[in-house]
């Protein structure tokens, strides 16, 4: 067989480093959740909602935390619907997300079943959308 025979028959290779069809649109699905989760909660906070008022007073940082984590959601929220923001998006929220299972298992001392799974959640977007992360940080590099 030539050369080229043997070039049409491998599976074409996604030079840009995009995902293929099917796993765009779980990411996309994960996206939209994962927003409206952080958009839930963000809003909670800075509408300084009873119960996060309480919480946060028990984690004993200051209501400013309250408002600070609130609008970090709500950035990130955003940003997982922004297609070139999106893969820092979902690493910001991993990453807090990790951090809010650490208060939650030493300070608060509750069940963290929730905001691990947004953060593995999260890390799964970052990782699928890490080469829109890469072109981003490649505009700066300019």
Do not use: C, Y
């Not at 958009?39 to 009873?50: D, E, F, M, Q």
């Not at 608060?108 to 992360?133: C, F, K, P, Q, S």
Request: no cysteine; proline share 4%; net charge positive.
């Amino acid at each position: 067989m030539t050369e080229q025979k043997l070039a049409t028959r491998q599976a074409p290779a996604e030079p840009t480093g995009r995902p293929g069809k099917a796993w765009n649109i779980v990411l996309w699905v994960l996206q939209i959740a994962v927003a409206a989760e952080f958009l839930l909660a963000g809003i909670a906070k800075v509408t300084s909602n009873p119960q996060m008022v309480d919480m946060f007073a028990e984690i004993g940082a200051g209501q400013w935390f309250r408002v600070v984590t609130g609008l970090l959601e709500l950035a990130g929220a955003v940003g997982l619907l922004i297609p070139v923001l999106s893969g820092l998006a979902g690493l910001g929220l991993a990453a807090l997300s990790i951090g809010a299972t650490i208060t939650n298992v030493f300070v608060l001392h509750t069940n963290t079943t929730i905001t691990v799974v947004l953060a593995v959640v999260a890390a799964v977007i970052a990782w699928g959308r890490r080469g829109r992360t890469a072109e981003l940080a490649n505009r700066f590099k300019r």
